[in-house]
């Protein structure tokens, strides 16, 4: 088995790409299928093959992947979740309520935000009322200067590092992924730490994202890829899964089996009232992703 780890979907695929890693599966966010579709790069699956995927996932999340996957024809959903505001209730004297709690010069040195184009681009915009698919160049612009104008308050931009940051109380504040939060709970509590960490999705909305299984176009083994993914959504590999990664499953049987406590936290599985301003990121073209990333150059070089 060969397995690689990517931090975000931009750095994954050019590697699909180039085809110079033959994968038979890859795992990237709804946008990004969305891509790879358009471009040729995966191909339809065989759900005969996949019968656990036909039984077990819940059709809301098919309903949401046929938004960039029409017919369901490439991709089973795996895990979901939001893109939120995690702070420590010892550091902060008012909990954060929305995006532009992360503007607040108290916070300076004390703010972690997402080094990733998309995720601080959906913040910037969502703070202004705006969507976070925007194409207006305008609303961009308003985006790009208030990333600029927060850098001097942010102490980092990280990924997956603001997990280990949080916990070790270096930081009020950070962006991070809804799948987190019970693992960083738990090891709070496992270390007996003396603050608290909790996530919320702010107000003006956010994203709300589905990763799913996909089989590229080169791959050599689509057989045994179905094979992989049906595996993957057998209930009761579901719920290991989900109790070692801590990621919403979109598996209805796999949920059924959690304790109750754990299918009633609001963090991992927000219900529709939390969701009403949420967004899924789509693919904008290669012209919209030029942009984004000039802009994203003028952030992080000012």
């Known amino acids: 088995?060969?397995?690689?780890?990517?931090?975000?979907?931009e750095i994954m695929y050019p590697k699909v790409e180039a085809g110079s890693s033959a994968y038979d599966v890859v795992c990237p966010s709804d946008y990004m299928v969305q891509k790879m579709i358009e471009n040729d790069l995966i191909q339809e699956l065989d759900y005969d093959k996949i019968p656990n995927a036909k039984e077990n996932i819940g059709a809301e999340y098919y309903e949401q992947a046929a938004a960039y996957d029409p017919g369901n024809k490439y991709c089973v959903p795996y895990c979901w979740?939001?893109?939120?505001i995690i702070y420590n209730k010892t550091l902060v004297d008012t909990p954060p309520t929305k995006w532009a709690d992360l503007w607040d010069e108290k916070y300076s040195d004390e703010i972690l935000m997402m080094d990733s184009i998309k995720d601080c681009f959906m913040v910037a915009l969502k703070k202004n009322g705006f969507s976070s698919n925007s194409l207006d160049e305008s609303e961009l612009q308003i985006a790009t200067e208030d990333l600029i104008a927060q850098k001097p308050l942010v102490q980092a931009y990280v990924i997956d590092q603001v997990r280990d940051k949080m916990i070790g109380g270096e930081a009020a504040v950070g962006v991070i992924y809804s799948g987190e939060?019970?693992?960083?709970?738990?090891?709070?509590?496992?270390q007996n730490l003396p603050f608290s960490l909790e996530y919320v999705?702010?107000?003006?909305?956010?994203?709300?994202?589905?990763?799913s299984w996909v089989v590229p176009k080169n791959a050599k083994n689509k057989e045994n890829a179905e094979k992989w993914i049906n595996f993957l959504c057998r209930p009761d590999v579901a719920v290991k899964n989900f109790e070692y990664i801590?990621?919403?499953?979109?598996?209805?049987?796999?949920?059924?089996?959690?304790?109750?406590?754990?299918?009633?936290?609001k963090a991992v599985f927000p219900d529709a009232k939390q969701l009403k301003n949420c967004e899924v990121y789509r693919y904008l073209g290669d012209e919209a992703d030029e942009l984004y990333n000039s802009l994203w150059k003028e952030v992080k070089s000012d």
């Open 201 to 211: 999705i702010p107000e003006e909305g956010t994203n709300v994202w589905l990763d």
């Open 1 to 9: 088995v060969v397995y690689d780890e990517f931090e975000t979907n």
């Open 246 to 265: 801590t990621y919403a499953t979109p598996n209805k049987a796999a949920k059924e089996m959690l304790d109750e406590e754990i299918q009633n936290n």
């Open 81 to 84: 979740g939001t893109v939120g």
């Open 181 to 190: 939060i019970m693992y960083i709970q738990d090891e709070v509590a496992a």
